[in-house]
């Protein structure tokens, strides 16, 4: 949204930061300019509410019951919205009962994500791969935490000996 309405409004400028922080963490400017927005009536206004209703969900709800009252408020909120929270209400109503299931045993992807991005990482230091096996490979090897292994001679040479 704020991306769009930039180019119309040019007191936007500078203001993304602050959108995608977490309140407390926001700088004395940065307040000053939330403050703006949030009375400017843009609907970049409106779709920043809009995340920070659905960050309120996540952070107040602590059971099942508790989401299972608050989400489909909120997605009834977003769908008469702009059109990137119609999409973003259909899909939570889409995945809703996954979503509610995270409320009832506390699982979430982090730790799947947390290894998806060290394989990557291992991806741009290696710049490519001769077979995919190689790949899988050093993905075990970057991943696994492995302690048995030997030391790295060339980390770790061995001291020479003195005549």
Same mark, same amino acid.
């Given at each position: 949204?704020?991306?769009?309405?930039?180019?119309?409004?040019?007191?936007?400028?500078?203001?993304?930061?602050?959108?995608?922080?977490? +309140?407390? #963490?926001?700088?004395?400017?940065?307040?000053?300019?939330?403050?703006?927005?949030?009375?400017?009536?843009?609907?970049?206004?409106? =779709?920043?509410?809009?995340?920070?209703?659905?960050?309120?969900? &996540?952070?107040?709800?602590?059971?099942? =019951?508790?989401?299972? +009252?608050?989400?489909?408020?909120?997605?009834?909120?977003?769908?008469?919205?702009? +059109?990137? &929270?119609?999409?973003?209400?259909?899909?939570?109503?889409?995945?809703?009962?996954?979503?509610?299931?995270? &409320?009832?045993?506390?699982? #979430?992807?982090? &730790?799947?994500?947390?290894?998806?991005?060290?394989?990557?990482? =291992?991806?741009?230091?290696?710049?490519?791969?001769?077979?995919?096996?190689?790949?899988?490979?050093?993905?075990?090897?970057?991943?696994?935490?492995?302690?048995?292994?030997?030391? #790295?001679?060339?980390?770790?040479?061995?001291?020479?000996?003195?005549?």
């Amino acid at each position: 949204m704020r991306r769009a309405e930039v180019k119309q409004e040019v007191a936007l400028k500078g203001c993304r930061w602050g959108t995608l922080k977490d +309140a407390t #963490n926001w700088t004395h400017p940065q307040i000053a300019q939330m403050h703006w927005l949030q009375r400017s009536g843009l609907k970049t206004a409106r =779709a920043w509410l809009l995340k920070q209703r659905l960050r309120e969900v &996540f952070s107040q709800c602590t059971d099942r =019951a508790a989401a299972q +009252a608050l989400l489909p408020r909120w997605i009834s909120w977003a769908r008469c919205r702009p +059109a990137p &929270f119609k999409r973003l209400g259909a899909t939570v109503t889409k995945h809703l009962v996954g979503i509610l299931e995270h &409320f009832r045993s506390g699982l #979430n992807n982090d &730790f799947a994500e947390a290894i998806n991005g060290r394989i990557q990482a =291992a991806k741009v230091r290696a710049k490519g791969y001769g077979s995919d096996a190689h790949l899988i490979t050093i993905s075990y090897l970057v991943c696994a935490k492995l302690k048995h292994l030997p030391k #790295n001679p060339w980390l770790h040479p061995a001291q020479q000996m003195s005549a």
